[in-house]
């Protein structure tokens, strides 16, 4: 299969699945995505999914890249990947939630980042060196780097904004040391993402430099994380017996709610979805008014979410075939200010014994306000956010053992401006 930029409406410059991965962000500055979305038997996805979570996405993963790649060396690979549990836990007032946050960094950027490191291996891209570029604002960051550290040939670049991520986020970035170089930028997480993408545009460093990017613009991270839309399906299915849920997607850079997209484009029987968004409301409200504006991110509880310029909006609107009425009657919008925030961590706690961290609390939050059956997605633990639960609810958040030894390793990083030429100073001497 081929892959396009989303601003190459006449199909001209087809890049191959290695291309589009190594390239990240398209030459013309849009985003790749398929020549064609194939279409899932939802029967046999309902089987594997019965199976393990690994088994189906091996099924789901050949439909888009069973050219590129040796089935059964995609299976070994998922195999050792996606070796966590994935429940759908009934929550509170009777919401679903399908938890994503069981993997190796506690955050559902395991899915699609361990499988970007997988692929990357195996389409051999780190033949010779390879650097990749992420910006985070707080998740992704620690994915990437737990998904790439110690790949031969790999050298991962990490920007967040300093301050404004918690102290585990930051643990997980700056703590393995090895071919991870994390960059504590002075700014937002809007200006790291600008960072990368100017890095992208520039094609004179880029035609010295092999980069590419593990944010949820590059293809190997987007695709995969459709996967899971899936899994929660068959399993609300199966404890419900109801069909086409709508699912609460809590979104920042919305590269989460456009793999859902993709996942109802296989032919998933979803019944629509929610933008659930703090603050940074720029897509719900795009949904009301039909305006969209993105502005600078605010700093909110969710700072993972924190994002006012997001990158996946070109994706959404292409699935969409460009108009932007459809993605409007596609999707709800829903906003959760910060002391909304709180207040459903501390009533799921309070009256339900639940933890929630930030960002799954907003999902819930607009799963109860939307009232419509499906589920939302859980898409951190709350331990990566202790310092917003504990002050709410008076209760110590217990830290899984994978985090807690976090706290005892030396935390490295490296300062720097919001400058794009501090940026390829970095990267050329790395």
Request: contains cysteine.
């Amino acid at each position: 299969m081929n892959y396009y930029s989303t601003r190459d409406r006449e199909r001209a410059h087809g890049c191959s699945l290695r291309e589009a991965a190594m390239m990240g962000l398209a030459p013309d500055g849009g985003l790749f995505v398929p020549e064609r979305i194939p279409q899932a038997d939802i029967a046999l996805a309902d089987r594997l999914a019965g199976e393990s979570y690994a088994a189906l996405a091996g099924y789901l993963a050949g439909l888009f890249f069973g050219g590129d790649f040796d089935s059964q060396a995609v299976q070994r690979e998922l195999d050792g990947l996606y070796d966590f549990p994935v429940p759908l836990r009934v929550v509170g007032r009777g919401c679903y939630t399908l938890e994503l946050f069981h993997g190796p960094t506690c955050a559902f950027k395991d899915f699609g980042a361990g499988f970007m490191g997988r692929m990357t291996g195996l389409l051999g891209a780190a033949d010779e060196k390879l650097v990749i570029l992420t910006a985070t604002s707080g998740d992704t960051g620690s994915a990437v780097a737990h998904g790439f550290h110690n790949v031969p040939g790999v050298e991962v670049v990490v920007l967040y904004p300093e301050g404004k991520i918690s102290r585990l986020q930051e643990c997980q970035m700056t703590t393995l040391g090895g071919n991870i170089h994390p960059l504590r930028v002075a700014g937002t997480f809007d200006d790291c993402q600008r960072l990368v993408k100017g890095l992208f545009a520039d094609a004179k460093f880029r035609a010295g430099h092999r980069v590419s990017s593990a944010n949820s613009i590059n293809l190997l991270r987007w695709i995969p994380q459709a996967f899971y839309y899936f899994y929660g399906y068959c399993l609300w299915r199966q404890q419900t017996g109801g069909g086409r849920p709508v699912v609460v997607v809590p979104s920042g850079n919305y590269g989460n709610l456009s793999a859902g997209m993709l996942a109802r484009r296989m032919g998933l029987p979803l019944g629509g979805f929610v933008a659930a968004s703090n603050r940074n409301d720029v897509v719900p409200e795009f949904l009301r008014s039909g305006e969209y504006r993105p502005r600078p991110s605010v700093r909110t509880p969710a700072n993972a979410m924190d994002v006012g310029a997001p990158s996946n909006f070109e994706r959404m609107l292409w699935l969409c075939g460009g108009e932007p009425d459809a993605l409007r009657d596609e999707l709800e919008g829903f906003r959760c200010d910060d002391a909304m925030i709180r207040r459903t961590i501390d009533g799921l706690h309070r009256n339900y014994g639940y933890l929630s961290d930030p960002h799954s609390a907003i999902g819930y939050a607009a799963s109860v306000a939307c009232g419509k059956p499906g589920f939302y997605l859980s898409t951190a633990h709350p331990a990566k956010f202790g310092e917003v639960i504990s002050p709410v609810t008076g209760a110590a958040v217990p830290l899984p053992p994978r985090l807690a030894r976090l706290a005892c390793l030396p935390r490295v990083s490296e300062p720097m401006a919001a400058d794009l030429g501090a940026l390829e100073q970095f990267v050329a001497g790395i």
